[in-house]
């Protein structure tokens, strides 16, 4: 399926995982929380899809390595609109429910710094994803 969205839109993210059922369980839960519905399913991957962008996250047979570290080189994080305030701290609740653990704990929910209102997660294979509230 071809999506048609505006130039210079995101029209996918693809993640590789060390574990497929654990990223299902984990990016699966997040993701549907925040709007995306599944969208393809295959042996060595699965997809959601929110509107006219949608987010891969496959164990593929060439991954070279079994570990991601998000503070090497490449993407540090995923930020995510998450809705206003009580969402994001309802999300931020639920989230070690569904293997995600809270960074920077001690600053939360001002990590970001004072104008920003997020949670910082983490995955249990070290995917960063920041979830931000609306002003």
């Known amino acids: ?4 969205g505006p130039t210079g839109a995101i029209h996918h993210l693809e993640v590789w995982v060390p574990d497929l059922g654990r990223a299902d369980a984990e990016w699966g839960w997040l993701l549907t ?8 399913h295959w042996p060595h991957g699965r997809s959601w899809r929110l509107a006219d962008t ?13 570990a ?4 090497r ?3 540090n994080h995923l ?3 998450a809705g206003d305030r009580a969402r994001v701290d309802a ?13 920077f704990a001690d600053r939360h929910p001002y990590a970001g710094g004072p104008q920003t209102y997020a949670a910082y997660l983490a995955s249990s294979d070290g ?9």
Not at 54 to 66: F, K, L, N, W
Not at 91 to 103: K, N
């Open 91 to 103: 999300l931020t609740a639920a989230a070690a429910d569904h293997g995600w653990a809270l960074l």
């Open 79 to 81: 930020a995510f609109h």
């Open 1 to 4: 399926m071809t999506s048609a």
């Open 127 to 135: 995917f960063e994803v920041e979830l931000v509230a609306h002003p």
């Open 33 to 40: 929380e925040l709007g995306y519905r599944p969208f393809q």
């Open 73 to 75: 080189p490449g993407l």
């Open 68 to 71: 991601h570290e998000r503070t």
């Open 54 to 66: 949608y987010i891969v996250v496959e164990q593929s047979p060439d991954m070279t390595g079994a």
